[in-house]
């Protein structure tokens, strides 16, 4: 007779077996061309990988992920994200009837005059679903409908249908994106854009200091949204019902978007509704100042206005006058350097990451435990540095404090 224990539960799911091991130095490096897992160009979106897709409720986020859609499956850009050949697509979607689809995709082939020859051989396949979450959505809806036909990308609109759990915990989020959603875009080959809602608009200056990577956490919820994502693209208002800011928070740079001078790097442009119908085009600065989004227009063309690399290196002291530490710069003094050149302070960071990498300028650590960061010319942090350890840290340049005298109390 068999123990109780022993009796298998048909419920219990399988153990998996370990990961397979491979040496560092075995990973092939992606060819420049024609790489068989990029989706998105320069590897923006790769087979396996997801995209969020962040934008406030009603401004047209549906209409945005279809306009999208429709584009990269036939091959052509979409607000200059380019796809590396046309994709096959699946929609799966919980918020719009069909009369409302219908309107989408008329919308956009009517905005961009598409014509029926050019949709010749796109797949874009749609799906309505809107009892199932969570794993249970995953296994009976995702996961079948990836097996009917050979997909590219996957379109999930909107998220928080789907997630069956607190959008706020980790424990739930977590569970949806990395254990269920990761394993079936892995084991299909295929890519994801997740289309999700972003908090209530901020109260006074909440996200006033918000700089670059920061805005990646646009999305309402826990931060493993944008910490699970590739890449992050977030649609934002900018003051009108017409006008908003594209920007991508997350991978920008593999975008290789640039200003007129071919050089300067971008990280958002003006988007605005068609005037012919439910349809998404890109908008110019001065279109939309005429439009009368002056105050908005201002602090949208400062965000565009970012430092070639040779005048981000040419901030940092290349001499000191009395001790290596004047030939450092703190955070602080870079900020202050972006704000009286006129760079926007959302280019720091990556301006700072980019020109490390490069090995142009080098980060130490101020004296001290705990001291700063400080940023400087390899020659100049070389100097820091030899100085700094000759001289010890702070606390044991400090004398010793003398042991305390206890005094008898007279009786």
Not at 13 to 26: G, N, Q, R, V
Not at 162 to 185: K, M, T
Not at 187 to 192: D, E, N, Q, S, V
Request: glycine content about 10%; hydrophobic content about 40%.
């Amino acid at each position: 007779m068999l123990k109780a224990d022993a009796i298998p539960d048909p419920g219990a799911k399988k153990a998996l077996p370990p990961p397979e091991l491979l040496s560092l130095y075995a990973i092939p490096v992606p060819p420049a061309e024609n790489d068989p897992n990029e989706l998105l160009r320069y590897r923006f979106l790769c087979r396996g990988g997801a995209m969020l897709l962040v934008g406030p409720t009603g401004i047209g986020k549906s209409s945005f992920a279809l306009q999208c859609a429709i584009l990269w499956s036939v091959g052509r850009e979409a607000f200059g994200i380019v796809p590396s050949r046309p994709l096959r697509i699946l929609l799966i979607q919980a918020e719009n009837d069909p009369g409302d689809m219908a309107e989408f995709r008329e919308g956009v082939l009517r905005g961009l005059s598409i014509t029926p020859e050019e949709l010749t051989g796109s797949v874009v396949m749609t799906a309505w679903e809107d009892s199932r979450t969570g794993a249970e959505f995953c296994e009976q809806v995702l996961a079948p409908l990836l097996e009917q036909g050979n997909f590219d990308l996957v379109i999930i609109d909107p998220a928080l249908a789907y997630l069956g759990g607190d959008v706020n915990q980790q424990r739930d989020v977590s569970a949806f994106l990395r254990n269920s959603l990761n394993p079936l875009l892995r084991r299909h080959g295929c890519g994801l854009v997740l289309v999700h809602h972003t908090n209530k608009p901020p109260q006074g200056q909440q996200k006033g200091a918000w700089q670059a990577g920061d805005f990646a956490y646009l999305g309402t919820g826990s931060s493993d949204w944008a910490n699970w994502a590739r890449a992050v693209v977030a649609i934002r208002s900018i003051g009108s019902n017409e006008y908003f800011e594209l920007r991508v928070a997350k991978r920008g740079r593999r975008l290789r978007w640039t200003g007129d001078d071919g050089l300067t790097v971008l990280f958002t442009k003006i988007i605005a509704h068609s005037a012919t119908g439910i349809c998404w085009r890109e908008a110019t600065m001065e279109e939309f100042e005429a439009a009368g989004g002056t105050e908005q227009a201002r602090e949208v063309t400062l965000r565009h206005r970012g430092p070639e690399m040779e005048a981000f290196v040419a901030i940092f002291p290349t001499s000191y006058k009395k001790a290596p530490r004047g030939g450092m710069l703190s955070a602080d003094q870079i900020k202050m350097a972006f704000a009286e050149r006129g760079w926007h302070k959302d280019f720091y960071r990556a301006m700072c990451d980019d020109a490390e990498a490069e090995g142009l300028i080098v980060q130490v650590r101020g004296d001290g435990r705990g001291g700063q960061i400080l940023r400087g010319l390899p020659a100049m942090a070389e100097a820091f540095t030899k100085h700094r350890d000759a001289r010890g840290t702070i606390l044991e340049d400090v004398p010793l404090a003398k042991p305390a005298v206890f005094r008898k109390k007279r009786r």
